[in-house]
């Protein structure tokens, strides 16, 4: 006879491979281990199929487990995320809200808009993380933050995208780089010659993606010296005679609007930032709020040259 398979069998089974030891999921669950033993051998009694090899010394994965090992706990992450966000509406407007962004938008726009969002929603409280795309994307499909912004990177098709604004990219130099003088657009080609000058981002963020998509067109994909985030690019440019590519809005942020910016044409490339969250997920009250309020002051602001709202 077959066994409803409930979240119980699910979290043992999750708890199991994520330890690889029936005692120390067990005692991660709160179970004895006979009881951790039944619960995993009517999973595969009902699924069909061996889950776990076992030894004396370990517990593995069996090869037709694994998929349904990372498949289990994206659904246990959805799962807790749906209570969460129920809990918090029982709460009325009470909870907590994580969000991870580019270090830019964060100095730019999330900041400015928290007056606002604390106004209606002021029992609730707030954690940011700054990271890269990548990791801001890994983030939300984990249900680690209830939504990120950031750059489209990867483009997972379990992740929603809304565009939220675009900036245009540009040239930012030490005052001593000969480009600094510049007093119009300038062209790639005329990065090419000043390659050694400069500085790159990580790979992990969209920035750090163009430079190796893109710039190798104009002969500039190589660099000497690379940084994994923004705020160390303005003391590594301040050592003189060195150059960044980088979006409008990062360029405003980090003490790098104290450095020329020059907008790069021929052609002329925008960064692209969106709102991301999970498909199929209705975000909470108060993290429609807070998108809400961004909006809004998006809306409000004088943008710069080279930004533009969605």
Known sequence: MST???LRHLRSFVAVADTGSFTRAAERLFLTQSSLSSTIHQLEEDVGIKLFDRT???VTLTPAATHLHQQAKALLLQFDAM???LRAV???QHG???IAAAPSIVAWLLIPSLPRFQAEYP???LSVREAGSAEIERRVRDGEVDFGITSRLSDYADLEYTLLLRDRYGVVCSPDHPLATATASIGWSQVSPYRQDLVGLASDTQIGSLHRRTLQDFDLAEHREEVSSSTSLYPML???RRLCILPRLTALTHQLENLPFQPLENPVLHRELFLVSRSLRALSSSAQGLQ???ADTLRQRSLPEGIEQA
Request: hydrophobic share 50%; charged share 15%.
């Open 292 to 294: 809400a309020a961004l």
């Open 123 to 125: 029992h609730v409280t």
């Open 238 to 240: 301040m050592l003189g």
């Open 4 to 6: 409803i398979i409930t």
């Open 56 to 58: 004396t010394r370990s």
């Open 83 to 85: 209570v969460s966000d």
């Open 90 to 92: 029982a709460l009325r």
């Open 96 to 98: 907590h809200l994580r």
